[in-house]
């Protein structure tokens, strides 16, 4: 069953560097999307990617941050200057044609 | 942004028992929507569509109601391993906006 996978699992980093946190989504998928959950907390949208651009970020995606799609499989989230409180799961999550989100397995981010 | 809410649980019942959440959306235009359960430290995954005219998977059964935007998941003979959060999410916007509730927690006892 096609999956959406996500590397690294869990990244450390101090505060003020830049992350990237990568993703592969589901091959005949078309939209992206990235998600952060703080411990305990809710899932949070952050932004939606569909045909190589943004269709819709929330104000937590603010100019720290950047999504990419280099290649025609990675998607990518870039943190620039991370702060304490970007640490969280992040998620990636595609969909075809039905709105059925698939979500990857998270990379726990750590800033120190 | 607009809201999803969710009973703020958490539920504790025991095996064998029907078990119903709900969950109410303030975005009138809401196109889908949808139950996922995530685990302790997992992604959300996939549970079910929800249509209105009502679907049921199982157990586990969903139903719309877009008049009072209200939507709920029943699960009947819960088994130890329904134990999880179950997020109700809203879909706005043509699929651009996925707007995930709190999460409801459930406990299903030996």
């Known amino acids: 069953e096609p999956e959406v996978t996500q590397t690294p699992s869990h990244q450390v980093t101090q505060m003020g560097q830049e992350v990237i946190l990568r993703c592969v989504p589901i091959s005949n998928h078309l939209y992206f999307y990235w998600y952060r959950q703080i411990l305990g907390q809710k899932v949070e949208f952050l932004v939606s990617?569909?045909?190589?651009?943004?269709?819709?970020k929330s104000e937590i995606f603010d100019d720290q941050f950047s999504v990419e799609r280099p290649d025609g499989s990675n998607f990518t989230l870039k943190i620039r200057s991370t702060k304490l409180e970007d640490s969280a799961m992040y998620f990636c999550a595609s969909t075809g044609s039905s709105y059925e989100q698939y979500f990857g397995p998270g990379t726990r981010l750590t800033v120190t | 942004r607009k809201e999803v809410e969710q009973d703020p649980g958490p539920f504790n019942v025991p095996e064998g028992a029907t078990v119903a959440f709900n969950c109410t959306y303030s975005n009138s235009a809401s196109q889908s929507f949808f139950w996922y359960r995530q685990d302790c430290r997992k992604e959300p995954k996939l549970l079910m569509s929800v249509y209105s005219s009502g679907n049921e998977d199982g157990r586990f059964t969903a139903q719309l109601n877009r008049a009072s935007q209200y939507i709920s998941l029943l699960i009947r003979d819960s088994k130890l391993s329904d134990s999880a959060t179950y997020l109700c999410v809203v879909v706005d916007n043509y699929g651009q906006n996925f707007v995930f509730g709190p999460g409801t927690r459930l406990s299903v006892l030996p």
């Open positions: 990617f569909y045909n190589n651009e943004i269709s819709e």
